[in-house]
C-alpha cells in the first residue's frame, strides 16, 4: 500500500512539472513574458534627420510594444566611430540594432557594392523606388548570410566633393586632392578612377583631420554637411552627385528571430514608417542647408557643366567593369533598369 502511495505520488509531481513546462511553453510563444532592452550606437549626430528618424522609430517601438521593448540610444559615435565597427558590434552582438551608411556593407557581403557604382541612380527617389522593389529584396535576403537583418532602408540622398584646395568642375581638378573616404572598397577605386588620392578614415576623426588639413577633402551628402558642421573646415562644395548615399537599420539577426512573432511585426512595421519618415525628413533638410549655405555664404558652391558631369561619367568606367563580375549574376543590370 505504501509503495503503491510513493508511486501515486511520484506520478503527481511528474504532472505537475510537465503541466508548469507547458504553461511556461505557451507564455514565451505568445511573448507576454519577454523583455528585451536593445544597444542602438549610431555616428550621426543629434541635429542630423537620421538622428531625427530613429528617435520616431524608437518612440513607436516602444509604445506598440507596450514596454516590452526598450531601446537604448548611443549617438554621435560615442561607443563606435565608424559603420564597419558597428557592423562588426552587430554581427558578434555587442550591439542589437543600428542605422549605417550602406557604402560599408560592401565588405562584408559584395552584393551591396552595386549601389556604390557611380552614378547608378540619377536621384534618391530612383533609388527609393528600386531598394522597395526586387533590387531591395534580393539585397535583404544576401544580407541574412551574413548573420544580419534588415529593418528598413534608408533614402539619404547622392554625394557630392568638398574640399580645400579649388572647386572641382572635372575629374582633372582631383589631381593631388588628398580626399577622405569611406571604408569602401569601390569608393577607393571611384576616387582614384577620377584622379584624387583617397583614403579611408572613421566619421568620428574626420572633422579633426580636415580641420589639421590631414585631409583636403571629402565627399558627403548636404544634410551631413549641414549637421556635421563641415563647412566650417571646407571652402568649396562642388554638386558632382557622384554616387547614391543610403543607409540601412541592421539587427542581429539571430536576436531578431529570438523575438515573439507580435514583436517581430512591430519592429518590421515601425521599420517600414522610418522609412517614409526618413525620406521627407531628408528632402526638407536638404532644400533648408542649400538655402542656408548661399543665405549665410558659408561655403562656396558650383555646379557641373553638362561637359563636366559627361567627363566624371567616363573617367569612372573603369569602376563598372571591375565590378560586373563581382556581383551576383543580374544584379547589375537589375540596378541600372530603375534609371532606364
Partial sequence: MRKKFTLLCSMFLVLLVLTACSESDKGNATGTDDEFVLRFPHIFETENPAHQAIENFKAEVEEKSEGRITINLFPNGEIYTSDREIIEALQLKNADISLVGMPSLGS???????????????????????????????????LENNGLKKISYGHESLRHILNNKRPITKPAD???????????????????????????????????????????????????????????VQKYLSLTNHSYSGTITLMNKELFDTFPEDLQEIVLTAGE????????????????????????????????TEEGYQEFMESVEPVYEKFKDILDEGLLELAKSYSE
Fill in 108 to 142: 562584408f557581403d559584395k552584393n551591396f557594392f552595386v549601389l556604390d557604382l557611380p552614378y547608378i541612380f540619377k536621384d534618391k527617389t530612383i533609388a527609393k523606388t528600386a531598394l522597395q522593389g526586387e533590387l531591395g529584396e534580393r539585397l535583404s535576403t544576401s
Fill in 273 to 304: 514608417h522610418m522609412e517614409e519618415d526618413y525620406y521627407h525628413l531628408i528632402e526638407d533638410s536638404e532644400q533648408a542647408s542649400l538655402q542656408k549655405f548661399k543665405d549665410d555664404n558659408l561655403i562656396e558652391i558650383n555646379e557641373l
Fill in 174 to 232: 582631383l589631381k593631388g586632392i588628398k580626399l577622405r573616404i569611406q571604408e569602401s572598397e569601390i569608393q577607393n577605386d571611384i576616387f582614384n578612377a577620377m584622379g584624387a588620392s583617397p583614403s579611408p578614415l572613421s566619421f568620428g576623426e574626420l572633422y579633426t583631420s580636415l580641420q589639421q588639413n590631414t585631409f583636403d577633402g571629402m565627399d558627403s551628402t548636404i544634410s551631413l554637411i549641414d549637421s556635421g558642421k563641415f563647412y566650417e
